[in-house]
Each structure stands twice: as C-alpha cells, then as structure tokens.
C-alpha cells in the first residue's frame, strides 16, 4: 500500500472527527475509541456516568458513517426475542404464514444501553450476534449487514439489581472506553450550543462501502517485529500471578492492542504501528480482561494504574 494511501487516510478521518465536533462537544479520545473498534470490525464497552452523551456520540458517528443505528435500552424484563427479532403469524389469503421480524439488532450499529442491567439469558442472545455476526431463531440463521458494531454501556453507579457481565462476554468486546465529565471550557460550549433553537446536526462524510474499505486498510497497516513483541510481553505480564492482578488476559487481548494500535496510525495517517499505539492502545484493550486481586481493590487500585505499572517495566 502507498504512502500517498495512508496520508489520504488522514484527511479522511480530519474531516470525520471535524463533522462529529459540530454535534459532540469534547470526548476526543472517546469518539477517537469508538472509531479505532469499528475500525477493527470489533464492538466496544463504554462506561460512564449517567448525561455524557453517549447516545448521542455514537447515533452521530453512525449518520457520519452513513450506518443504520438502532438503539436497545436494557432493562431486568428485556427478553431475547426483543434483540434478535421473533416469528409473528400473518393470515394470507385465509391461510396462516409465520413471518419473521427482525429485531432492533437487525443495524450497522446497535447501542445496548446500561446492558448489564439485561438479564444473563438477554446478555447472551447478543454473544452469536457479536462473534458470528448472525442471529440464529428457531433452526434459521439470519446474516447481519456489514458492518456491524456493539456499543454497549454500562452505568459504575446505581449497581443494585444489576447483573455484571461475565468475563467470557467482557472478553469479546474489543475496547473498554471511560467517558469522563466535561472540562469547564467544554461545558459553557455545550450550554452554548443546546440552549439555542437550532440543533446541530452532521452529513455524511464516508459511505458504508468506505467503511468497509478502511476496515481491510486497517489490517493491511504494517507492523515491525520488535513492537509485535512489546504488545506480546505485555499481555503475558499480566498473567504471571502478582501482588495486584488474579487473573490475566488471553491471546485475544495480544490481537486486539495490535488491531488497534493499526487502527490508531492508519487514523494518524502512518504506515506503521508505533511504540505510542501499543501503549496507548493497551488500557482500554486491558481494563476489562485484567481482574485484580481482592486485596488491590480494597486498596483503592485501578486497572489503569497496574496496567502502567507494566508498560514501564516491559523493555
């Protein structure tokens, strides 16, 4: 692939993040998060307090993509059918036919909102459709658009009836992504822009087929031996048992800080993963797979933090 390839990929994604900052004020690294899992043809966990726009950040990207988007709101009575879609029967010329109707996650991109407070068995009804990238009713299966993309959020507070991702269903998501609050600056802006009669809005700016297109540029990004390695060695530092962490990630974290730090200097215009996209790219490929001992918790630990414990002891 050409230098010229990649530099025009730069401009490309200048003027997508521009379209996305009419509507979204802030949360650059979040946006720049969502774009790099797509990017990988992987799905995305967000968590965040409750009013950071994450609805309206990812329904954005999907009308700046050119995407359909279609939103699931979880809650403890959501049923499996009310994700994939169910049989209904129809009366056609006297004669009674099951037709399907495919649910909400019949998009390109699907919002799962506050999904852990969705019952395991709704939970898992996502899985086939985030690995296999179909939906299997009855003894038929139904192949989903591409591209398809699972932004699922989760709420850190009001824990209380909820039931927690398990670890083999965090283990599939490619990125965890934390959406801080606003900085002072950005938050007159936002007051600024939605107390006025006119709401922001974006045009399209790449096709679904261009999607698909960088999608393949992504993983064409080439990748140097040595930094292979680093990403390697970090995902195996984590499983050798420690003072702070129980258990460690498996080798699809060693793919996913590859896939992303691609994704991240295609975004950059390179043609080449550097030492700063492995690193960059390793805590929200890690803070999810990487549990910590009891005894770190209590003390106030972060994922974060023992993730850049790591990072500076692998040479």
């Known amino acids: 692939m050409s230098d010229d390839t990649y530099k025009s990929s730069k401009g490309v994604f200048k003027e997508l993040l521009d379209e996305i900052g009419k509507v979204i004020v802030g949360q650059h690294e979040a946006i720049e998060h969502i774009l790099i899992a797509i990017l990988c043809n992987s799905h995305a966990l967000v968590e965040s307090n409750p009013g950071l726009a994450k609805t309206l950040t990812i329904s954005t990207i999907s009308k700046a993509l050119d995407l359909k988007f279609n939103r699931i709101q979880c809650t403890p009575d959501l049923m499996p059918s009310d994700i994939t879609g169910t049989y209904i029967i129809e009366d056609i010329g006297g004669k009674k036919q099951y037709r399907f109707e495919p649910g909400p996650v019949f998009a390109n991109i699907v919002l799962a909102d506050e999904i852990n407070r969705a019952s395991p068995k709704t939970q898992s009804a996502l899985l086939e459709a985030m690995q296999e990238k179909q939906v299997t009713i009855g003894n038929k299966t139904y192949l989903l658009d591409k591209p398809f993309f699972i932004l699922a959020t989760q709420n850190p507070i009001e824990m209380e009836g909820t039931y927690p991702l398990?670890?083999?269903?965090?283990?599939?998501?490619?990125?965890?992504?934390?959406?801080?609050?606003?900085?002072?600056?950005?938050?007159?802006?936002?007051?600024?822009?939605?107390?006025?009669?006119?709401?922001?809005?974006?045009?399209?700016?790449?096709?679904?087929?261009?999607?698909?297109?960088?999608?393949?540029?992504?993983?064409?990004?080439?990748?140097?031996e040595d930094i292979k390695k680093r990403a390697i060695k970090i995902v195996t530092s984590t499983r050798t048992k420690g003072e702070h962490i129980e258990y460690g990630a498996s080798p699809r974290a060693s793919i996913g800080i590859i896939l992303a730090a691609k994704a991240r200097a295609l975004m950059r215009g390179r043609n080449y993963v550097s030492t700063e996209d492995i690193d960059t790219m390793a805590y929200p490929v890690l803070r999810h797979r990487v549990i910590l001992t009891f005894e770190s918790e209590r003390k106030g630990m972060t994922t974060d933090q023992v993730i850049s414990d790591i990072l500076k002891n692998v040479k």
Do not use: C, G, W
């Open 166 to 224: 398990p670890e083999a269903q965090l283990d599939r998501f490619l990125l965890k992504i934390l959406m801080d609050y606003p900085t002072f600056e950005d938050e007159n802006e936002i007051v600024n822009r939605y107390t006025k009669n006119i709401t922001p809005s974006v045009k399209q700016v790449v096709s679904k087929n261009e999607v698909l297109e960088l999608q393949k540029l992504t993983r064409d990004v080439p990748v140097a």
